[in-house]
């Protein structure tokens, strides 16, 4: 069920709503500020678009690159879980790490630092 945030004209605070989509126009017509009881309420569209990333799950036939899916299945890991990955995935990079031996006469790059482009 979709969530609404609403923020207070009168006394600034904030509250959420959660009702079907069925139910908003009734929903809407009776809300009344939490603190203060004041009908003068505004919609927080900031904050609703900010959490619709996390909330909204895209089903396989909407996924249109190898990053969404990537995304979709990195959000269900839990943290301890993604803290293992970012670590089995970069432990190699570290300086002090081991390196495979080079085939003779060849010799390793050093990374360049990154380009900053200006914007």
């Known amino acids: 069920m979709p969530e609404y945030s609403y923020v207070c004209d009168k006394c600034s605070s904030h509250m959420e709503v959660v009702c079907s989509i069925r139910e908003y126009d009734k929903m809407q017509k009776n809300l009344r500020c939490e603190s203060c009881g004041s009908k003068s309420l505004s919609r927080d569209y900031h904050n609703d678009l900010s959490s619709l990333n996390a909330s909204v799950k895209k089903a396989d036939s909407e996924l249109k690159t190898?990053?969404?899916?990537?995304?979709?299945?990195?959000d269900r890991f839990s943290d301890d879980q993604k803290v293992h990955l970012n670590k089995k995935h970069n432990d190699y990079k570290e300086d002090?790490?081991?390196?495979?031996?080079?085939p003779s006469g060849m010799s390793r790059m050093k990374k360049q630092p990154k380009t900053k482009w200006p914007t």
């Open 66 to 74: 190898i990053g969404d899916l990537a995304k979709r299945n990195s």
């Open 96 to 102: 002090g790490a081991e390196r495979k031996p080079l």
